[in-house]
């Protein structure tokens, strides 16, 4: 090994290839639930974020949030919006500013779906864990991904021993 990188140790490794499973086993099974409406998790996960708040978002803030490009958030909301399931328009106040806003269509989406979409999360991550382990994984991830939050533009690191903001319910 070059460059001062260090090996893994057993336990990281051993953290590190399961972490590892559950992104190339576990997403591509979640995507399982949105594959048959057209959508993949992202999109869900736009819906999800855009269903928490209810005068709209603007898409600048929607592309912060979900740590995306504003060329990438473009094409996935152009496909939410042909479904019917997000509306954009200006904002009254500045002309240059969309505002991103989930349809009746879009939350209805969204109930008939989150109960499968949940059901799937409690059988591939929570019904494996106790009350102990979760909240463990709940501070591992979450001192990761505040690090990783600081690292990403337009993302805003929680303050510490506070929730993530995001998606409450993807």
Request: hydrophobic letters at 40%.
């Amino acid at each position: 090994m070059t460059d001062g990188a260090r090996r893994l140790d057993d336990t990281e490794r051993r953290a590190w290839m399961s972490l590892l499973a559950i992104v190339l086993v576990g997403f591509p099974e979640l995507e399982r639930t949105f594959r048959p409406h057209g959508l993949v998790h992202v999109e869900y996960g736009l819906l999800a974020a855009l269903g928490n708040v209810g005068e709209g978002m603007r898409m600048s803030d929607l592309a912060g949030q979900m740590n995306m490009s504003p060329s990438r958030l473009s094409h996935r909301m152009r496909k939410l919006v042909d479904l019917g399931y997000v509306e954009i328009s200006g904002d009254a106040c500045d002309g240059r500013v969309s505002i991103a806003r989930v349809t009746e269509a879009g939350r209805e989406f969204v109930e008939r779906v989150a109960p499968a979409h949940l059901a799937d999360v409690r059988r591939l991550i929570f019904d494996h864990l106790d009350p102990d382990q979760t909240a463990a994984l709940a501070d591992t991830l979450g001192a990761v991904a505040s690090k990783l939050g600081e690292s990403c533009p337009g993302t805003a690191a929680a303050p510490k021993g506070s929730p993530q903001t995001g998606p409450r319910e993807i």
